[in-house]
């Protein structure tokens, strides 16, 4: 009997060991794979187009079409723009799933996405081991750039952002209550899932750092009824700040504060901002993103983005997206010129850092951080919520 479990065990692991060296084989040789540029290139976004952050892929999704559909005919690219739906609710599966479909399909050559940390979290080893760069407009953990004592680097060389991280939101959005809103008293409520508790963790050692009481809360990403968290914030809280994804769970969050009569705002993190969902006024949110209307020089995108999405507005995540795109398929054509008429996932991959674009959507040029994978010099904006719903730029 042991002799006959012995000989199984050999064959199972020389079952493994050879499955093992096959799909080591089949990444390798799908990494270096030419790819005539001539044929139709797939570009995917992996972001939430249901649940609970589903607002988030549907305005990213609407501007990284539009980027594709009038950025790559000037580049030479003929390409076709797909959706990746990674629900915040169901946790790293679809995102895992996804980056395994991608991988296998020889016309992706880059990847947007995924838009949310935990989901980066969950697939970015399995890009960088195709190599697959892929590039992400709305990620903002710090730790999928950067490495920090207790919070080690999460993030590969695969992954990109073209958003500022959470180690400069959380300080900014901490500041503003300490120098603007005079703050001595917050609370902080996390959602147990990587973005929430990362942005959760810099704010708190901001804010007491300046003396500032805190106290810490935390709900399961699943609730939808924060009643009873409500009742656990002091009646002298100043601030609860909540960075959730779900914008429509800070606006009941909101509304809960003021009908058991507490006088704290909300201040939501970047995941909060949508004024069709989050619009109690005198609340707060940041994002990476100024109101791109104002900018003079991106009214040309602004009509043409308007005209193919007729009576939807202009909010803060889809800009991003097509400077995601933009940047993924200028990759794309100097790696294909490189490779005269062909491209691998690899000379992508190593073309991404070269990118560089001049009259940048969001203001300015956009140049890449010489010590990660980061924008340069990006910042992040505070709004104030109006009394007509409206986000108002205060910081």
Partial sequence: MKKAIGLALVVLTTSVVAASAQGAQKVATTTLASFNCKNTITLPL?????????????????????AVKTLAPKLGLKVKFVLG??????????????????????????????????????????????????????????????????????GTPAFFRDVPGDYIQGPADANYMIKTLHVKKVVILDFQEPYSTGLAAVV????????????????PNTTTDYSAYVTKVPSDADVVFFPTQKPGDAQTFAQQLLEQGKKAKVFGGDGSNDPTQFKVPGSYVSNFAPDITGIKADAGIVAGWRKANPGKSVGSFGPPSYGAAQIALNAISLACKQGHGTATRLSV????????????????????????NDPLNAKFYIFQIQSNGSYKLVG
């Avoid at 399909?105 to 960088?128: H, M």
């Fill in 46 to 66: 992996v972001t939430p187009v249901t649940g609970g952050a589903g607002f988030l892929g549907v305005e990213q999704g609407s501007w990284a079409s539009y």
């Fill in 204 to 219: 708190d050692a901001t804010l007491k750092k300046a003396g500032v009481s805190t106290t810490r809360l935390s709900a």
């Fill in 85 to 154: 739906d990674t629900p915040v609710e169901q946790g790293p599966a679809p995102a895992q799933a996804l980056a395994q479909k991608y991988i296998g399909d020889k016309s992706v050559l880059a990847i947007l996405g995924p838009s949310t940390s935990g989901a980066v979290v969950a697939s970015t080893k399995t890009y960088f081991q195709a190599k697959l760069a892929h590039i992400s407009p709305s990620a903002t953990h710090t730790d999928l750039t950067i490495g920090t004592a207790g919070d080690p680097l999460q």
């Fill in 349 to 372: 991959f190593h073309n991404f850092k070269k990118v560089k674009i001049n009259n940048w959507i969001l203001g300015g040029n956009f140049r890449w951080s010489t010590k990660t």
